[in-house]
């Protein structure tokens, strides 16, 4: 019904950048929020950087000033600019919509995971 598909993925030395993009398709009336989430091996999953519509985006605190989230909602495409990539930063990062169907039902939909390798 609604399929999000993730891409950018890959491996860089630290300091490097990478950008990932997730593009949503399907019968979609509107998304309201959209965000990066990530889960390191033995970790938890964790909460990168969201943004809804209108307002202003919120990241976590390890990457402040590094990641950068943006959304083209002509594309239904949400985006991570990571900058000054550190090892911490290696996860496989997912992305997640909150997707208004035109049936009025909302739900929350996600990516398979692309994988961050950041070596030192």
């Known amino acids: 019904q609604v399929q999000l598909v993730e891409s950018g993925g890959g491996l860089v030395q630290a300091g490097g950048s990478l950008r990932l993009s997730c593009a949503a398709s399907g019968r979609i009336v509107s998304i309201n929020l959209m965000g990066w989430y990530r889960q390191a091996p033995g970790k938890q999953r964790e909460l990168v950087a969201k943004i809804a519509k209108g307002d202003t985006p919120n990241y976590a605190d390890s990457v402040k000033g590094r990641f950068t989230i943006s959304r083209d909602n002509a594309k239904n495409t949400v985006y991570l600019q990571m900058n000054s990539l550190k090892p911490e930063d290696t996860a496989v990062y997912y992305c997640?919509?909150?997707?208004?169907?035109?049936?009025?039902?909302?739900?929350?939909?996600w990516g398979q995971g692309t994988q961050v390798t950041v070596s030192s």
């Open positions: 997640t919509a909150s997707v208004a169907t035109f049936l009025g039902n909302v739900n929350a939909y």
